[in-house]
């Protein structure tokens, strides 16, 4: 496994699983502990997304099929 399937992987197992988190909270009324846990894990998830993809290369010219 490389290092790209990885940060992809663990992005979005952190997402799915924080808005579970977040969907569940509301749903059993546990706003006060699991909403704002599921949403820093979701964030989480998204954060090392984003980080993952702003360190993507730039295509060469002819890769881009224009």
């Known amino acids: 496994m490389d290092g790209e399937s990885l940060a992809v992987g663990t992005s979005m197992a952190l997402t799915c699983a924080g808005l579970v988190v977040l969907l569940y909270g509301e749903y059993a009324g546990f706003t006060e502990t699991a909403v704002p846990v599921g949403g820093v894990v979701a964030l989480a998830?998204?954060?090392?997304?984003?980080?993952?993809?702003a360190r993507l290369p730039d295509p060469e010219d002819g890769e881009t099929g224009h």
Not at 45 to 53: R, S, W
């Open 45 to 53: 998830g998204v954060g090392i997304l984003t980080a993952h993809v």
